[in-house]
């Protein structure tokens, strides 16, 4: 058999040609595991906004230009009755929204806001609530934002602008046929002109809504293009001037936002109970850079 020396001799083991017992071998296949998991721990993390760092950096590539129109609608129910300051609020854009660059928002990107608070009018019948949305998420990228309100429809106004106005048969694609957007502007298809109720043109078609330029609507309180910025935006099923509130009886926006406190969006409901349903449309609007 010979001594343990001679034996590690006859293997080779003095130029470390032999093999380690199995507890070191153990040891030593934790220790290069730990080695390659220790860079992936310590890599940024995505989402958070502006620069990560010098290495493997994550840059937020979007930028949404003041002025800029969300149409969106509401996952969440706004009830004045049940709303409580500190409740989250949720939509989803509902066309892509166009921005500088080629680059857009994509269409059902989520938008995020929560209820400020919720005061009850001094007769105690009605009550106002007032809501700030912050934040929109388009692939993975959280973008804060300052919004005002431009207009807000309820879901039934959304279904009607969506029917057509004509007869079409059976076989016109969704899409084709001619509707009225809320507010009164004509859409004639997909492609189609947009022409308001003045017939003049203010934009057209596409599919999923329409991109028109933005009018003022100062008998309602409503601007039109900030800083000469009349880019053709993405109102949805909403025309061109439209501002206010439709088809939300005894609903009434107190406080666009668009003033001081910036931001900060009211609704006002007349009597206990009354609320915002899911699918109810709004037109929010960039005010501000974070």
Wanted: hydrophobic share 40%; aromatic share 4%.
């Amino acid at each position: 058999m010979g001594t343990r020396t001679e034996r590690l001799q006859a293997t080779g083991a003095n130029a470390g040609a032999f093999l380690l017992p199995s507890s070191v071998t153990a040891v030593a296949a934790l220790v290069m595991l730990t080695l390659t998991w220790q860079p992936a721990a310590s890599s940024p993390s995505f989402g958070a906004l502006g620069s990560a760092g010098s290495a493997g950096a994550v840059t937020n590539t979007l930028q949404i230009p003041v002025g800029t129109v969300l149409p969106v609608q509401l996952d969440d129910t706004l009830s004045g009755k049940e709303a409580h300051p500190g409740q989250t609020l949720e939509a989803k854009t509902m066309q892509d929204v166009p921005l500088p660059n080629r680059k857009k928002i994509s269409k059902r990107s989520s938008v995020t806001g929560s209820i400020l608070s919720v005061v009850k009018d001094s007769d105690g019948v009605g009550q106002t609530v007032t809501v700030k949305f912050v934040q929109i998420e388009d692939h993975k990228q959280m973008l804060p934002m300052v919004t005002s309100l431009r207009a807000a429809a309820s879901f039934n106004a959304v279904r009607a602008a969506q029917l057509p106005f004509t007869g079409a048969d059976g076989g016109t694609p969704t899409g084709w046929e001619n509707t009225t957007q809320i507010g009164g502007d004509i859409r004639y298809g997909d492609g189609g002109e947009v022409r308001s109720a003045a017939k003049q043109k203010v934009g057209k078609g596409v599919p999923g809504g329409v991109l028109v330029h933005l009018s003022a609507n100062p008998g309602l309180g409503c601007d039109g293009p900030v800083n000469g910025d009349d880019h053709l935006q993405a109102l949805w099923v909403f025309s061109a001037d439209a501002c206010g509130v439709y088809d939300l009886k005894g609903v009434q926006i107190s406080h666009t936002g668009r003033s001081a406190p910036l931001g900060e969006i009211s609704f006002h409901f007349e009597k206990d109970g009354m609320k915002l349903d899911a699918g109810t449309a709004l037109l929010l609007r960039v005010r501000a850079k974070p």
